[in-house]
């Protein structure tokens, strides 16, 4: 029973601890003055139903409205404490803001009277973020056995790991660079591990990031 108390503590023990190495940090950025702006696109009347979408900030989204059939489109801006304020007729509508938009369309079916219908769209910028691990346990359990930041809307990036030595250990111009513990082959001691990182986001942002990791074994 003694024996089934201690696996029990250093179960439990491992496993927060597995937690804390989660602990992550963030990095700053700042706006790159050499930044194209791109245009995606959004089919709104594909099903006739409501849309709910996003872009990303610092860059256009067509709202596409054409139909074969159509004959009249009116866009509108939703605002919550005025009236809809009218922004065109064409059949597509170029945005670089965020918000709610609806699209008024009229348009008929062979063989039947005039017909319309309203679409709402509800536009939000699309998350950007670079996420460090503090540490990782390559141990091969399934939980951390790698070190590799999370991201989302990354464009490019670039990182580098080095040893306390300041020697490299992995160079990545990949999105998704991977570190796992060892070199050449050979497995790296526990330590503390030194990382680099350089990038852009989809949003224009440029960030540049480094700090040191811990490799717990």
């Known amino acids: 029973m003694r024996n089934l108390v201690y696996i029990f503590i250093i179960c439990t023990f491992f496993s927060c601890r597995k937690k804390e190495?989660?602990?992550?940090?963030?990095?700053?950025?700042?706006?790159?003055?050499?930044?194209q702006p791109?245009?995606?696109?959004?089919?709104?009347?594909?099903?006739?139903?409501?849309?709910?979408?996003?872009?990303?900030?610092?860059?256009?989204?067509?709202?596409?409205?054409?139909i074969p059939n159509g004959l009249k489109y009116s866009w509108y801006k939703i605002n919550?404490?005025?009236?809809?304020?009218?922004?065109?007729?064409?059949?597509?509508?170029?945005?670089?803001?965020?918000?709610?938009?609806?699209?008024?369309?009229?348009?008929?079916?062979?063989?039947?009277?005039?017909?319309?219908?309203?679409?709402?769209?509800?536009?939000?910028?699309?998350?950007?973020?670079?996420?460090?691990?503090?540490?990782?346990t390559p141990d091969n359990d399934g939980q951390f056995d790698k070190w590799s930041p999370i991201?989302?809307?990354?464009?490019?990036?670039?990182?580098?790991?080095?040893?306390?030595?300041?020697?490299?250990?992995?160079?990545?111009?990949?999105?998704?660079?991977s570190f796992s513990g060892s070199y050449s082959g050979v497995s790296l001691p526990s330590g503390t591990y030194h990382y680099y990182l350089s990038g852009s986001y989809k949003s224009g942002y440029i960030f540049e990031k480094e700090g040191s990791f811990e490799l717990v074994r």
Do not use: A
């Open 151 to 177: 991201s989302s809307g990354v464009s490019s990036l670039y990182t580098r790991i080095l040893d306390s030595d300041g020697n490299i250990l992995l160079e990545s111009e990949t999105l998704e660079p």
């Open 38 to 66: 791109t245009v995606s696109s959004i089919n709104v009347v594909e099903n006739f139903l409501p849309i709910n979408e996003c872009f990303y900030q610092n860059n256009f989204v067509d709202l596409i409205g054409y």
């Open 80 to 136: 919550e404490e005025s009236e809809n304020t009218f922004l065109s007729n064409d059949s597509i509508f170029r945005t670089s803001k965020r918000g709610n938009y609806q699209l008024k369309l009229e348009y008929y079916k062979e063989g039947e009277e005039e017909l319309d219908t309203t679409i709402n769209i509800s536009l939000t910028h699309c998350s950007t973020y670079i996420e460090i691990p503090s540490s990782f």
């Open 21 to 35: 190495m989660m602990n992550l940090d963030y990095e700053e950025v700042k706006f790159s003055g050499n930044y």
